[in-house]
DNA sequence: CATGAATGAGTATTCATTCAT
DNA sequence: GATGAATGAATACTCATTCAT
């Protein structure tokens, strides 16, 4: 009606072309929302990151937003939501000594953590939630780290670690590793896969005993 | 009937009893509102923290505020400052080994970072603060990973560590100390003392080489 | 997820099942569509309906509503315009006295004031209307008055009642059977024909002349 | 800082130069505030009057109207209890007849129901207001009108009023004043005085008992 | 020094309306 | 005819900041 309409979207470039004809065209846009929340989220923070903003980087327009999630605190508890899941659903071997799962355990984790999702969890954190959605992250971040308290234990129990105090061992591990996303680049020389296994290290070493194969031991001897 | 003009603030519990008369009233008031500050940012977040909550806290007017600084960027930048300085001021010895100084830094790094200052620094980050200003506080963040590189560097050179990448390794320790404020509280059974004692004891065993008198070179021998 | 794609409508329950096959189908759920849109104004208020909540009413989509009308603003001006057709359409006895066409008169009144429309008319009223739309339906008011005060005019003359100022008499007595709306229910003890006959007695005692039979000649006798 | 400041207000019209020097200045701008909210809610409709509307007539800045309100549902919820608070504030003489006190009550009560605040509660009603605030407003109302259906009792009991059902005839009575804001205008030819005899003159009338020296009786002898 | 009052700039959210399918 | 998706326009409300006293 009003002459005024000049920028209308090209629609071939909305979603950041990353929407295929199909069946799933809404769960899929959800996911695409969510992940550049969740990025811009991280690079400018939670505050200064507008709707307007999300809705400019998916060559959308703002309101349309509200087609997918009903505020923009949503959008982050889902956000977070996703990430404690992908960490919760890491595959335990059940047959494996403690020190074994946790390694594993921290494999899935650091490529999370340095995944959209689970950066921003972290580094946007749960002080922005509604109180009452920060309660449920804030559950989600308890059950994995009970995830690893319990690894520990059984690590303590099979002697495949040296006694310790599993609460407090297990923060400076994850901290070791949530400080990740606040200095890892992808793009850097380091691929995902050799900062997993150096972080490992790192933090395994932590953990008194010595594993087989390992240079303290080796030196040890 | 609003509660615009109600409570009247009682000028003896402003400032929280802090300020005696005398000449420094200017530069204690300025202390004590940049550690209330602090506190509130860590605790509510930055953006949720409104200058009327820290005028509150302190029983004075919001425009109060504005006589010891001159808007909330310059508040969170200053408080960040002191944070930095208060870590870059560890005097090092220079006579001693790069283990030994290391250990001698994080302790006085733990103390800083579990104090208001150093957790707002952490927690709050530099996202909120204008471009100029957190470039400000970056420079001083990297000056004090380059302090630690640094020891790193001089560990490996005495043979008190083995070798090792000290960038990444570095952001290792720190990502394990760093992490504290989001876990450490006070008031619980353990006090700064044992914390950093333990803290450092984790991050020290992360540095290969064995330290004369571990544990883990105990168990070895 | 989201409650956005949930809850596809049951094409069964569409249009509250009032449509039948058949040729006036459109007319008919135009009708439909009318009615509810008036109850649902005068309940909740016009700006508070939106139209997602007529059509979900209805079990149709909010877009489909715009194949019988072409504003939300078009559906309040049919609403008001039914109502005051109802109200003009009421057939006046040409041989009657002014009293006893008023009665007349204010029985069908009353009837269509508690109806969906009329009450929508009074309760709603026309200032959400696009000024255009506000005449037209000022301009319809206005008519239904004028009807009332050539009746008290003709009585006047027949002396079926007594002289008064008709223009303001007749607000007196509009205004005693347009606030019925804000109170009666038709689920009440009372139905409309008793409310009809207690309402019409009310204001006619408000002319002066008395009325044959009625108690106020009764005593004077 | 900006340069685009250019309208800065006078501030010689600002508050409608209705304020003085003085110490009630904040309770009496806020009165100025209510009045002017009632008289445009009124004219163009709660929804249509926009918080700016209101600053632009008050000559003052929209975000300046929450120093003295904390919503606009308050300040109407404000403005109907003003309304209210007024009716009910009407001094009854426990001496009087039912029929007395009827007229001298609907004589204060058609005052105030013509001006702005009486008007604004009738006219914009009780739906846009929060649920919890309606039902304060609709206990006012009530509250008001039960003291008409005492009167009317009483009034019945000491026979200067015929039996009748004090509920229903209430309402009908109430409904003849009620639209008096629909219609009437000061500046017309009949001064509120006036008008007050006349309504109350018509609603009395509605009441089946003669009443002394009334019109209506004398012409009857 | 302190502050009540005032405000500009900004943002999440709502909703009537359009359009491609 | 019907509708899911998309959006322009509009608005209440917040808050850092200024200024007169």
Redesign the interface.
């Given at each position: 009606m009003s002459e005024t309409n000049a920028g209308r979207r090209e629609r071939k470039r909305a979603w950041q072309g990353a929407i295929q004809d199909g069946d799933d065209q809404?769960a899929m846009k959800?996911q695409v929302l969510l992940r550049t929340a969740a990025r811009t989220f991280s690079q400018?923070?939670?505050?200064?990151t507008t709707l307007s903003d999300i809705a400019d980087e998916l060559h959308i327009a703002k309101p349309t937003l509200y087609?997918?999630?009903?505020s923009k605190d949503e959008i982050l508890l889902?956000v977070q939501q996703v990430a404690i899941g992908q960490m919760l659903d890491a595959a335990i071997d059940s047959e494996a000594t403690g020190r074994e799962q946790i390694r594993a355990f921290f494999h899935r984790y650091v490529e999370m953590i340095v995944d959209d999702f689970g950066t921003c969890l972290i580094?946007t954190?749960v002080?922005?939630l509604l109180p009452k959605n920060r309660s449920l992250v804030r559950q989600g971040s308890k059950s994995i780290e009970m995830l690893l308290r319990e690894m520990l234990l059984r690590g303590i129990a099979d002697k495949s670690i040296e006694p310790c105090?599993p609460k407090?061992?297990a923060?400076?591990?994850?901290?070791?590793?949530?400080?990740?996303p606040?200095?890892?680049r992808a793009d850097g020389g380091?691929d995902v896969e050799n900062l997993a296994e150096?972080?490992i290290e790192?933090?395994m070493?932590?953990l008194?005993a010595?594993e087989p194969g390992t240079?303290?031991?080796r030196?040890?001897?």
């Open positions: 809404f959800r400018r923070g939670f505050h200064q087609h997918y999630f009903k889902e580094m954190g002080l922005p105090d407090i061992v923060k400076f591990m994850f901290g070791a590793l949530n400080w990740l606040y200095w890892y380091l150096r972080a790192f933090v070493r932590g008194t010595s240079t303290a031991q030196r040890a001897t």
